[in-house]
């Protein structure tokens, strides 16, 4: 089955780390550009990161740069989110999501086909 | 940054009524817009990408249209079912969604 899962969310100090997974299953992990994108409580989607199939690209929105760092383990179809320096402002279900349209792989600009369920993040005293 | 202003903001509609979702971009963006349902509760859903490509799977009631800085997104006859939030998303350089379009029947 193709699907996405991801874990590591949970409740977090402010200041404080947080390191989020996503399993891939069902297709050709590294062929394929993934992204983090956050929806915080009652609102809209936020983009937050993007990696290439390689991990040799990746992009940041300006509100996570120098605090995020998106990676990916191919070997173990895995992309991780690591998370430091947290505030209020990043409480939010994060989701993964697959870059592909139609019959395309190994495209980075691409909607999203696949998004996982998602893991809470809450950034709390 | 370029962005994205979906109107409305919200909606309401009868069954069967023809609705018309418009997203648009401070700066041209050629075709690379796609179009994401959400349910309460519920995962983002891939409907239409290069602004006009229905994603396989989708019912065919809903189209979407525009190029360059105007876009939108049409649902034929409204149908229960697609009570929902609507995101446009922008996805060449730096990507951005729209702040959404909540769907309600009348």
Partial sequence: EVQLVESGGGLVQPGGS????????????SNYAMSWVRQAPGQG????????????????????????TISRDNSKKTLYLQMNSLGAEDTAIYY????GQGTSTSC?????????????????? | DIQMTQ????????????VTITCRASQGITNYLAWYQQKPGKVPKLLIYAASTLQSGVP??????????DFTLTISSLQPEDVATYYCQKYNSALAFGQGTRLEIK
Avoid at chain 1, 45 to 68: C, H, M, P, Q
Avoid at chain 1, 108 to 125: E, K, N, P
């Fill in chain 1, 45 to 68: 989607l936020e983009w937050v990161s993007s990696s290439s199939g390689s991990g040799g690209t990746t992009n940041y929105a300006d509100s996570v740069k120098g605090r995020f």
């Fill in chain 2, 60 to 69: 065919s009631r809903f189209s979407g249209s525009g190029s360059g800085t």
């Fill in chain 2, 7 to 18: 109107s409305p903001s919200s909606l309401s509609a009868s069954v069967g009524d023809r």
């Fill in chain 1, 108 to 125: 980075y600009q691409c909607a999203f086909d696949l998004w996982g369920q998602g893991t809470m993040v809450t950034v709390s005293s």
């Fill in chain 1, 18 to 29: 947080l390191r989020l997974s996503c399993a891939a299953s069902g297709f050709t992990f």
């Fill in chain 1, 96 to 99: 993964c999501a697959k870059h």
